[in-house]
């Protein structure tokens, strides 16, 4: 039997699969990833499907500073 | 004695930086007293940088037996009291790290810092001197938080370490981070020599280095290190998609963007890691350690926050914010 892979759902923006992936997008594209975790798009908002850019975050304006 | 990739030592900047480099020569001299010197200056920090340079490549002048010369690190000490205690003053004490990591998390879309600035008018010029301030982590990426791995236990280091696995490359040294930094500064004609812009970089830029080490450095600065990893992974990734934004902008190809585009996903990643695998574990079996790490994230958004001002001050009035001797 395979091993099991570890998926976390996040309550926040993405979900992180443990290990490589392989990820057949709607248009039939592949796309790999070899990174021990990975972070796929579940909000939908992301720039760079199928993966996390972090486009989830709560956006505001003016306050305070902030680096980079 | 040393090896080929070993920088040269840079000039001294003033009394300070003068005896310690004198010392790492192998000349008996005595510094000065550290009180009498501003913690954040050029003379203290770069004095403190070159102490640390011994632990990551040395320099091509001094024996590596310097590294544990029981007078260098007497000097070293004082240095890092003196910049320990300027950071304390500086940053306000805190224990609540989840709202530490929340204020981190949020996005400030009308922002004024250097990447913002890039993005909306940014010059090629002005790119390239904010990748030569960076280049000194940036060519040692992932080094200075590498010195923390034995210092924690199995849950968080096991999280840490898939982090710097991916740092290093997974495996292949062409995808490692500096690698990758590396080509980007070769793509717009610059030096990528460890250490070349080490000359140029002003205190602010040697400042941010130098807490790295220092909590890499010492075991019983662990939670500050976590916490300086985690300021750096949660605020990188929409910072990393500006930069890549404003360099396609100023007519950079892939091979120099792709630095910047990858960390936009790395780090999308390791954020995650970071906050669920390394901080939590860590601080539910060494609680205590929790106003070690918010010391860690302030000092460290502190720091980036000053080197942030003085290129954006210089570059609103047309200068350079490259040190020129």
């Known amino acids: ?68 | 004695m040393t090896t080929k990739t070993s920088p040269g030592l840079p000039a001294a900047r003033g009394p300070l930086s003068e005896a310690v480099l004198a010392r790492l020569r192998g000349e008996d001299v005595t510094a000065p007293p550290v009180a009498d010197f501003p913690a954040l200056g050029q003379d203290l920090q770069l004095a403190l940088y070159c102490c640390y340079e011994l632990h990551y490549r040395g320099f091509q002048e001094v024996s590596p037996d310097r590294e544990w010369d029981a007078s260098v690190l007497a000097v070293r000490a004082r240095l890092e009291s003196a910049f320990l205690d300027a950071l304390r003053a500086e940053v306000p004490a805190g224990s609540d790290v989840a709202g530490e990591l929340e204020q981190l998390l949020v996005e400030h879309v009308d922002d004024t810092g250097v990447s913002h600035h890039l993005r909306r008018r940014g010059a090629l010029w002005q790119l390239r001197e904010y990748l030569a301030h960076r280049s000194l982590y940036h060519l040692k990426e992932a080094d200075p938080q590498s010195f923390v791995i034995p210092r924690l236990d199995a849950a968080p280091k096991a999280a840490l370490v898939a982090i710097q696995h991916d740092e290093y490359g997974a495996g292949e040294p062409e995808r490692a981070h500096s690698k990758l930094f590396a080509d980007m500064m070769a793509a717009l004609g610059m030096c990528t020599d460890y250490g070349a812009h080490l000359e140029s970089a002003p205190a602010e830029a040697l400042a941010e280095v130098n807490f790295m080490s220092l909590c890499g450095l010492h075991r019983g600065l662990r939670g500050a290190l976590v916490g300086q990893f985690a300021a750096i992974e949660l605020t990188s990734s929409p910072g990393a998609d500006r930069l890549s934004r404003a360099m396609r902008k100023l007519g950079c190809g892939q091979e120099a963007t792709r630095f910047y585009d990858e960390h936009v996903e790395a780090d999308a990643v390791h954020e995650q890691l970071v906050r669920r695998e390394v901080i939590t574990p860590l601080l539910a079996a060494e609680p205590e350690l929790a106003s070690d790490v918010v010391f860690g994230i302030r000092s460290s958004t502190f720091l980036a926050g000053r080197l942030e001002r003085l290129l954006l001050d210089r570059w609103e009035h047309g200068q350079t914010s490259l040190r020129t001797p």
């Open chain 1, 1 to 68: 039997m395979a091993e099991r892979r570890r998926v976390v759902i996040t309550d926040e923006g993405p979900i992180l699969v443990h290990g490589p992936i392989e990820a057949q997008l709607p248009d039939g594209a592949v796309v790999r990833s070899d990174r021990p975790v990975t972070a796929l798009c579940a909000c939908g908002r992301s720039r760079r499907q199928p993966f996390c850019d972090a486009s989830h975050r709560r956006r505001v304006r003016g306050t305070t500073e902030k680096g980079r």
